[in-house]
């Protein structure tokens, strides 16, 4: 039997706070110090470096990553954790490339997140062969995929508008063109159901610290097609994705597994952190999930436009071209969110205009909705935002 949701008692919120930023960051998993705690004392303190061996370090990547290939539909042993997002986005770009070699253009969309552009810029200038990125606006990549294209990079869920791309119809478009496809699936993981097998896409990466609530700098996570694993020519070939690393050869041989998408040295804090938090996903249905995701977004949307007729919706109105959040557009979204914030109700704000809201059924239930979005109700009608100390911008918005 799945578990019913909400699981709101495997979660430690502060009292008041209603926390629909779980799509930025997820909240501290109940029993995360005393397992940090054990990690540092009865294995860093006690087992010294006995326990990369002992309790189980070196392995650590290859089986976090294995529990978190069950939630987005990959075979185990196709999945490695480590490094961040932006990493594995490079590592799987550089891999991909290196599959279509006689083509130049990486495919992408005006959606996508920064780090990923700009990880595929810095790669173009570093492997200095004339690639191009082109980004397509994202109702537009179908039509854009064209015999040119070497890379189709895309992320599932755009992290501004939470519109949902077709995985299997652009991966079916891409491979159909001779491209290789990567997803990003840093807003899908956790969030919405993903068989990223039966997509047959060749790459997929993704991060651990929002729905999958890994906590801050938590590792990310790359997965390759098993079929064509032990053909990628990992760009960052660390020691870790050496065949042997402790043959200490001088020079590089990959690992025949997943295990060569490492790189160095894994996050071990980070790691036991990440494995506490998806204990709570044992059990958890992910259809279920989604099912309560969208009685959720809608909620909150009905709830806003009745009491916000300032506030554009944002995100496509039909909750299965959505991923697990809502975009409301105002042109002075950032004080409004400060105000919002200061009043226990925790989103954020992302340039130009977007009020960002994520709904992550582990810990939310209509009632927390719909008092958001009263609340957001009153902040918009008394016109509190304008008061112009919520004006002032802080580094992270
Ligand atoms: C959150 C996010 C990132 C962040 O990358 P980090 O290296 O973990 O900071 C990158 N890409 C996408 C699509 C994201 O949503």
Redesign the pocket.
């Known amino acids: 039997m799945p578990n019913p949701l909400p699981l709101k008692s495997r979660f430690d919120l502060p009292e008041g706070v209603i926390y629909l930023d779980g799509n930025s960051l997820g909240p501290l998993p109940r029993g995360a110090q005393a397992r940090v705690a054990q990690v540092l004392s009865d294995e860093w303190g006690q087992q010294l470096i006995k326990a990369w061996n002992t309790a189980g370090w070196m392995a650590m990547p290859a089986r976090v990553g294995d529990r978190i290939a069950r939630l987005i539909g990959a075979p185990e042993g196709s999945v490695t954790t480590g490094d ?4 594995k ?1 490079y590592q799987a770009l550089a891999a991909a490339l290196k599959m279509a070699p006689s083509r130049r253009v990486i495919l992408s969309d005006t959606g ?2 920064p ?2 552009l700009y990880m595929a810029q810095g790669l173009i200038g570093t492997i200095g062969q004339g690639h191009e990125l082109r980004l397509a606006e994202p109702e537009a990549v179908l039509e854009a995929i064209t015999e040119e294209i070497a890379v189709v990079m895309l ?1 599932h869920v755009d ?1 501004r508008t939470g519109r949902l791309h077709d995985m299997e119809a652009i991966t079916k478009a891409a491979h159909a063109a001779g491209a290789v496809m990567i997803w ?1 699936l ?2 899908s993981a956790g969030a919405v159901p993903v068989d990223i097998a039966a997509s047959e896409a060749e790459f997929a990466v993704g ?1 651990t610290y ?1 729905y999958l609530n890994g906590g801050p700098g938590a590792p ?1 996570f790359i997965y390759a097609r098993p079929d064509i694993i032990d053909h990628v020519k990992p760009a960052l070939a660390g020691w870790l994705g050496h065949d042997t690393p402790f043959a200490m050869e001088p020079g590089y041989r990959p690992a025949m597994s997943t295990e060569r998408l490492r790189v160095g040295t894994p996050p071990i804090v980070q790691l036991a952190l990440l494995d506490h938090a998806l204990d709570i996903w044992e059990g958890v249905d992910m259809q279920a999930l989604r099912a309560a995701s969208i009685r959720l977004s809608e909620r909150f949307i009905c709830e806003v436009e009745a009491r916000c007729p300032q506030l554009r919706l944002a995100s496509p109105r039909d909750p299965q071209a959505r991923g697990s959040q809502v975009s409301f557009a105002f042109e002075d979204g950032y004080p409004v969110m400060q105000a919002l914030i200061e009043r226990g109700v925790i989103g954020d704000f992302r340039a130009p205009n977007i009020l960002r809201f994520g709904f992550t059924p582990l810990y939310l239930d209509e009632a927390d909705v719909v008092r958001a979005a009263e609340i957001l109700g009153d902040v918009m009608a008394e016109g509190v935002w304008q008061e112009p100390h919520y004006s002032v911008r802080s580094r992270v918005t």
């Open positions: 961040t997002l932006s990493i986005v996508n997140f780090s990923d992320t992290y990003d840093a807003h991060c929002k990310a």
